[in-house]
């Protein structure tokens, strides 16, 4: 088929008044495709108009088009139980020609981004290797549009309070606050509304008022318009998660700021400069945060279980046991948590001070103990510990107790502690004699025992003098 080229210099050679046969000769085609130009007048090339196999299949592939809800796999393998022998590129190729399951392609819009503007957040799912263990983690993101600087963080969920963490992390981050935030009509952010006429929960509204900034919403469909922040997510999985692994959660966050130091300054071709270099110009057009900014925490009220721990977000954290049964409030930060305590306990006393524990991520439950928060308890002695006293005391009937502890019907402990009553209560020489004894003869009877020692006691030891016969009276 000769190109536009060739038939734009036939038809234009002829109009010079030039033959045909000279033509064809000048440029080396034959008289026959010369004459079919000059005939069509037309310098664009004719399609190549070819019916395709499935023209007659086209109601059919319509309706399985339909039933298999737009999985062209499953039409073509309809298709081929049905009878109709095709490849399924070229159902493929058919289904893009009739616009069939297409949807109409539109151009990209193109955006333009002052400095200091706009920051566009949005959150993705990835997932880490945390402790050792793959797990899902919700990843946060803001981008200044302008210079692309990126600030990225990750948690075990994303919630109101995880939002107010990451964008008070990021201004910080950025030394600065943009006049807007884009984000992708997130329930975490909007009451109702979608686009221009999305309306922000009056508690995250107010929040970003605190920080200088308001939170705007790109209308429904129109996901080019927060494109930065999208594109990075793929940066971020592809490029930050793989290979990585992590102790903790504040490990990540810590390896994740250190790596959005280190991108930034990587040359951009599209920009043609490096992030860091545009943000020391979009540095200047944000607005100076406030002297002071809260770190935003969660309130809740607990009630101290029996044990003296108080349960936050599915964690034990320790308490001093008077709080037990007594409602306290719990005030968490991303870091910490702290207990107050409950009212009602004097100022004096050491269990009125705030109790502080390091903030778990995890969502393993831990039990978080603190020293000096629960009183030691005295474990009871244990029968090793009743012979290691009559040891101390009479050794020489040692043998005596270890076979008592083993032969006796009663509680061995109960049993070893009369015996040290004996030994303690009673001269030691008539113990060890009567013990002795029993030991020969295989008694283990305490009651026999006690009166074995006494008989000895009351003839050894309490022998008194004969008294004086009375006279005879007259």
């Known amino acids: 088929m000769l190109s536009r080229e060739l038939r734009t210099a036939i038809l234009q050679m002829a109009a010079r008044g030039m033959a045909k046969r000279a033509i064809a000769r000048e440029l080396g085609i034959s008289r026959v495709s010369v004459r079919r130009v000059l005939r069509s007048q037309q310098s664009r090339p004719p399609g190549i108009e070819r019916a395709s196999k499935l023209e007659v299949h086209r109601d059919e592939i319509l309706e399985l088009h339909r039933t298999c809800r737009g999985n062209l796999v499953r039409v073509h393998e309809e298709l081929q139980v049905r009878g109709v022998e095709i490849s399924y590129p070229t159902l493929t190729a058919f289904c893009r020609r009739e616009e069939i399951g297409q949807k109409p392609k539109q151009a990209a819009g193109r955006y333009r981004f002052v400095p200091g503007k706009e920051l566009q957040h949005d959150t993705s799912p990835h997932r880490a290797k945390i402790a050792g263990h793959q797990r899902d983690v919700q990843t946060a993101s803001s981008v200044l549009p302008f210079s692309g600087s990126l600030f990225f963080e990750s948690f075990p969920r994303f919630r109101r309070f995880e939002c107010k963490v990451h964008l008070t992390h990021a201004v910080t981050y950025f030394d600065g606050s943009p006049d807007q935030v884009m984000v992708d009509n997130t329930h975490v952010i909007v009451l109702r509304g979608t686009g221009a006429s999305m309306v922000p929960v009056p508690e995250m509204a107010a929040f970003g008022k605190r920080l200088g900034f308001d939170f705007v919403a790109h209308e429904k469909g129109d996901a080019n318009r927060s494109a930065h922040v999208e594109r990075g997510f793929d940066f971020i999985e592809n490029n930050f998660f793989a290979g990585r692994s992590f102790r903790d959660f504040d490990d990540l966050n810590a390896q994740g700021r250190e790596w959005c130091d280190r ?68 005030r968490a930060t991303l870091e910490k948590v702290v207990v107050e305590p409950p009212r009602g306990l004097g100022k004096s006393r050491k269990q009125s001070q705030d109790v502080e524990h390091r903030r778990i991520l995890l969502p393993e439950p831990f039990r978080i103990t603190v020293p000096g928060h629960h009183r030691s308890r005295q474990r009871k002695p244990t029968t090793e510990q009743e012979l290691q006293r009559i040891e101390r005391l009479a050794p020489e009937i040692l043998d005596y107790a270890r076979d008592l502890r083993r032969r006796t019907k009663r509680q061995p402990t109960i049993v070893l502690r009369h015996l040290l009553r004996m030994i303690r209560e009673y001269p030691r020489q008539p113990v060890i004699d009567a013990v002795r004894e029993a030991h020969h003869y295989g008694l283990y009877e305490l009651d026999r025992l006690d009166s074995m020692i006494l008989r000895r006691i009351g003839t050894d030891y309490f022998r008194f003098d004969d008294e004086p016969e009375d006279d005879d009276e007259g």
């Open 263 to 330: 991108v930034a300054h990587r040359y951009i071709h599209s920009r043609r400069a490096r992030p860091v270099e545009l943000f020391a110009l979009e540095r200047h057009h944000l607005e100076p945060l406030p002297r002071w900014l809260p770190e935003p925490y969660q309130s809740a009220w607990r009630i101290v279980d029996v044990e003296a721990y108080v349960r936050f977000d599915n964690h034990h954290y320790s308490v001093f046991e008077d709080w037990i049964g007594r409602e306290v409030r719990v």
